[in-house]
C-alpha cells in the first residue's frame, strides 16, 4: 500500500469546488498490489477483498471510476500533481493520514507476523537477527517495515506463489520462519495442520491500517467527492452487503468462512 512520508501536498482552499478541469477525464483509483486485498490474477485483470468492495461502493454511488495499477513512484508523482481521485493506502509511522488524506472508507487492521513449527526456534523480532536465517515470503508480497530483509544476502529464502506451497515448504523444513501479513493465513491452521502433526505457533512483528479508499487533499473537490464514497459505504453496511466489522463485501466473507 501506498506510504505518503515523503511527499509534499498542497491543499486547495476551497475543497468542495468541483473540478471542472478535469470533468473530462475519467476519475481514476491508482492502487498497489497488496493480496488478498489487491491482486493480479491474469494479464491486466485484478481481483481482491478491497477491490470488489471498491467496485461495489463506486457503483452504488454512480460514479465511474478506472482502475489503474500504478508503480509506487509513479503514484507518487500522480498524487503530488493532484491527478488521482482515489488511491489505497498503508499508515505510516510519524503521519497522521487524515493530514494529508480524506478517508472514505474506514480502514482495516492487519499484522505482520512470523510463523514457524520448530520450538528450538528463537522470536525474532529485529531485521538484522534475521540474517543467516532460512525465511519464506510469499512471491511479490510488500513487507512494509521489514522489506529490507529481502536484500540481506546471507539469507536463504523460498519465494513461493501460495500459502500452500510456503506450509509444505514449513514442513519440509525449507524454511524456518514464514513471514506474511496474518489476514492471509485466514483457517490456515485448520486448512493445513488438521492432522495434530504439527504445531503452527506464531508471533507479530508490526500493525498497521490499510485504505482501501482514500482521497488525496491535492486533489481539488476531492472532500465532497470522498464524502459521497463514504454515504454510499455506510448504506451498503446498513443495507447488508458490506460487513461493518471485517469491512468487506458479505458475499466474501461467506465464502472465506466456506
Given at each position: 500500500?501506498?506510504?505518503?512520508a515523503a511527499v509534499s501536498i498542497s491543499v486547495p482552499a476551497n475543497q468542495t469546488e468541483v ?69 489505497n493506502y498503508g499508515e505510516v509511522k510519524g503521519v497522521n493520514t487524515e493530514d494529508i488524506l ?157
Open positions: 500500500m501506498l506510504s505518503l473540478n471542472s478541469a478535469k470533468s473530462t477525464k475519467p476519475i481514476e483509483q491508482h492502487f498497489l498490489i497488496f493480496p488478498p486485498y489487491w491482486e493480479q490474477v491474469g494479464e491486466n485483470i485484478f481481483s481482491g477483498l478491497h477491490y470488489r468492495l471498491a467496485k461495489k461502493i463506486y457503483q452504488h454511488a454512480n460514479i465511474d471510476v478506472r482502475f489503474v495499477n500504478t508503480p509506487y513512484q509513479r503514484m507518487q508523482f500522480q498524487v503530488e500533481q493532484g491527478n488521482v481521485a482515489f488511491i480524506h478517508v472514505c472508507v474506514p480502514p482495516t487492521e492487519i499484522t505482520l507476523r512470523v510463523y514457524y513449527l520448530k520450538d528450538s526456534l528463537s522470536e525474532i523480532v529485529n531485521i538484522e537477527d534475521f540474517s543467516h536465517q532460512k525465511i519464506i515470503i510469499v512471491h511479490g508480497l510488500p513487507l512494509g517495515e521489514y522489506e529490507s530483509i529481502k536484500q540481506d544476502s546471507t539469507i536463504s529464502f523460498m519465494t513461493p506463489r501460495s500459502i500452500e506451497s510456503a506450509m509444505n515448504g514449513l514442513k519440509a523444513g525449507r524454511g524456518d520462519y514464514f513471514i506474511t501479513f496474518d489476514n492471509l493465513m485466514t483457517n490456515a491452521k485448520q486448512k493445513y495442520f488438521s492432522s495434530g502433526r504439527y504445531e503452527l505457533k506464531n508471533y507479530p512483528l508490526y500493525s498497521l491500517l490499510g485504505y482501501p479508499i482514500v482521497t488525496p487533499k491535492s486533489y481539488k473537490g476531492g472532500k465532497a467527492l470522498c464524502e459521497r464514497i463514504k454515504a454510499s459505504y455506510y448504506q451498503l453496511v446498513k443495507q447488508g452487503i458490506v460487513d461493518g466489522e471485517q469491512k468487506v463485501l458479505v458475499s466474501d466473507l461467506v465464502s472465506t468462512k466456506d
